[in-house]
């Protein structure tokens, strides 16, 4: 199984603030990565896809990028509703379809 | 616009079965070339994928719940399902239905349900 370590597990962060999160594949997974954003008691939101793509509608002022084992997601300039809770998955291998553990962004 | 909804019991006894049914709505099932999967969450924990099918029944699941669960669809009523069965604890989650974006697992998901919570308990 490919193992995803995401981290940090949270931060404190003010708006405005550049976050960065990371999240590392025990192996390879070339650019078979999704982040997704999720609001307290409210479904995952898909953000990027393929390490580095835009979902539709998503801000600009996310990003990703990565390839191979290691990647990054980026919040250049932390708006108010961007403080949730982030998780990566890789979709390289099945049936091990795994979700990093995920990373709160609070308010400092 | 897309929606998947899902239902059944809040509450499920140590031991038994439990179901979930995801329905579809504003997309043929039969007809629209994706994978349909679950996922849960355990309360204050992270996300895990349960399984994945496709409308002519192929089922994928998640190889540590693999002898547990079966997904299964039922395109005249454009909804698919969830059996876990022998529930302990540990499976009381949120649990979610969701779409692949795409006719294949190793592709993300794009449109998600609002989840159920299922607890365990007698």
């Known amino acids: 199984a490919i193992r995803i370590t995401q981290s940090p597990s949270s931060l404190s962060a003010s708006t405005g603030d550049r976050v960065t999160i990371t999240c590392r594949a025990s192996q390879s997974i070339t650019t078979y990565l999704a982040w997704y954003q999720q609001q307290p008691g409210k479904a995952p939101k898909l953000l990027i896809y393929?390490?580095?793509t835009l979902q539709s509608g998503v801000p600009s002022r996310f990003s990703g990028s990565g390839s191979g084992t290691e990647f990054t997601l980026t919040i250049s300039r932390l708006q108010s509703e961007d403080f949730a809770t982030y998780y990566c998955q890789q979709y390289y291998s099945y049936p091990w379809l795994d979700f990093g553990g995920g990373t709160k962004v609070e308010i400092k | 616009q897309l929606q998947l909804l899902e239902s059944g019991p809040g509450l499920v006894k140590p031991s038994e079965t439990l179901s979930l049914t995801c329905t579809v709505s504003?997309?043929?099932?039969?007809?629209?070339?994706?994978?349909w999967g679950w996922i849960r969450q355990p309360p204050g924990k992270g996300l895990e994928w349960i399984g994945s099918?496709?409308?002519?029944?192929?089922?994928y699941y998640n190889s540590s719940l693999n002898s547990q669960v079966t997904i299964s669809v039922d395109t005249s009523k454009n909804q698919y399902s969830l059996k876990l069965n022998f529930v302990t604890a540990a499976d009381t989650a949120v649990y979610y239905c969701a779409r692949h974006s795409g006719p294949s697992l190793t592709i993300p998901f794009d449109y998600w349900g609002q989840g159920i919570l299922v607890t365990v308990s007698s």
């Open positions: 504003g997309d043929s099932i039969d007809r629209s070339n994706y994978y």
């Open positions: 099918i496709f409308y002519s029944g192929d089922a």
């Open positions: 393929s390490a580095s």
